[in-house]
């Protein structure tokens, strides 16, 4: 932990780990637990002295079909080997989904599922549109109605397996504490979807086995037992890494990691640096935006072209966007890999105003589109990069993510273009809480309002979705749930006004006692409808955007828990129980002061 963040640092932060707790001091590094040991983030960036668990849980092995479900070749039924059984599994359970109608996830599937066949196999199918997965589609659909069917005592006697089964591998002990384990299982063997368009959707990711994987523990720890008749790919202590095994995955060729829960000590710690990294930001973001302001005038075209981006950056939370090599990943973009085929320039006749159009595949191949004004010497600058170049040659030429992501190094140590986006996000969500919260407003409004400000940020990242498939049907069940308590509202309104006649008839106790139930009851009435009422309008709004990626992930937890305590919305109401954990350093230091 660098020192000129914990300077920065003036709470004390409580980090919870099961019944003991860690505090940390102003202006100190972290502090040992009672019950556990001195831990110092220092420059050998150790994270831990004590590390032993029980290694990944491997996939179960694969269940051949019954005798009656067949696979059929032009029309003959045919017997799989097992190998390519199981291959053909993969595809039959995806019968329903729209990859299994795209031409480049038929190709990927059927040239990799033709390597497990064996050669009589392989002479005899040639033609994936000869195949016939229907029997194997509908024996997983019956296996999947039929495990929903079970009774309860079945259901109960799985959950308590399942349960067995994360006790003894979901936990490890990091110096002397146990700590919950995010990703214990390796995953099962299948067909590679991607996001968008990728070219590799539908190859085959293998059955990863103990001699894939590398474990990483203590010296001095028990080493976790592989599986019978295997033995690890290799055990290394490395104690600057928190993750406790990997394994190269053979579609993509990245490597995947059994890594600590979010709730974990390390995580958290992990998690608050990242905000306060954020936070350093504010205290020179006016002299970064100075300077690429200046940036925009200088004679290297390199200079103008990373000042430029550094804007764009900066104003619209762009990614650097990484260099791809053709054929390995979807064509998506990022700020230092835009086109000319991306962006347009639109100039206002009176000449006052400069607006840039971007329309490109961003993460995920999910479409970013904006149409944003710009400066003026920005707009310039657009138009000296775009001269005498064609749709496909890059809108940075000068500039590559690696050279701007040292040039941020340099303005700020840590500075990520990620950074600028916790910035910015978290920036723009207290804001937007400030102007949208009254304090007067009920639960439900301010509720609301949050979400508001929540979506405010999710557009600014680009954060989308597609709208549910059951949008529609859970609108109608909300609708109704509103006609039906207008008609309650209206009904209690009658009997309201009745009282109130009976009430100035008589003018007794009891008439009065009447009068004043019904007046509760239709004021807890109204308020129902008005939270359904309000329940509705959340989720039209919301239905295109998601939320949960900037509230996890670059939102500081600790504006959104100030709010809460600062206008009386139970915490619960932002975070479920898993997102409290995650962020259970932010809950135990904060308080409704805080300012990002």
Known sequence: MKAGVLRGFRRVVRLRLGNASCRWASGTQPKACRAGREEKQSK????WRQLEHRGPCFAPAYEPLPERVRFFYDGKPMKLSLAAEEVATFYGKMLDREYTTKEVFQNNFFNDWRKEMTVEERCLIKHLDKCDFTEIHRHFVEKAAAWRALPREEKQKLKEEAEKLKQEFGYCTVDGHREKIGNFKTEPPGLFCGRGDHPKMGMLKRRIRPE???????????IPEPPAGH?????????????????????QNSIKYITLNPSSKLKGEKDWQKYETARRLKGVVDEIRSQYWTDWKSREMKTRQRGVALYFIDKLALRTGNEKEEGETADTVGCCSLRMEHVRLHMHADGHKHVVELDFPGKDSIRYYNRVPVEKPVFRNLQLFMENKDPGEDLFDKLTTSSLNKHLQDLMDGLTAKVFRTYNASTVLQEQLRVLTRAEDSIAAKILAYNRANRAVAILCNHQRAVPKTFEKSMQH???????KKTQVAEAQGELRKAEVQYR???DGKSKSILERKQRLLQKLEEQMAHLS?????????KQVALGTS?????????????????????????????RAKFAWALDMVGEDFEF
Request: hydrophobic letters at 35%; charged letters at 30%.
């Open 534 to 542: 309000t329940q509705a309008t959340d989720k039209e709004e919301n």
């Open 212 to 222: 894939d994987v590398v474990i990483n523990c203590s010296r001095d720890s028990k």
């Open 44 to 47: 050998d960036r150790v994270k």
């Open 551 to 579: 509230k996890l992930n670059y939102l500081d937890p600790r504006i959104s828990i100030a709010w809460c305590k600062r206008f009386g919305v139970p915490v619960e109401k932002i975070y479920n129980k898993t997102q």
């Open 478 to 484: 909300l609708q109704t749930k509103i006609q039906a």
């Open 231 to 251: 033995q690890w790919k290799e055990v290394r202590s490395d104690n600057t890494v928190t993750w406790l095994a990997a394994w190269t995955e053979n579609v």
């Open 505 to 507: 008839i008589k003018g």
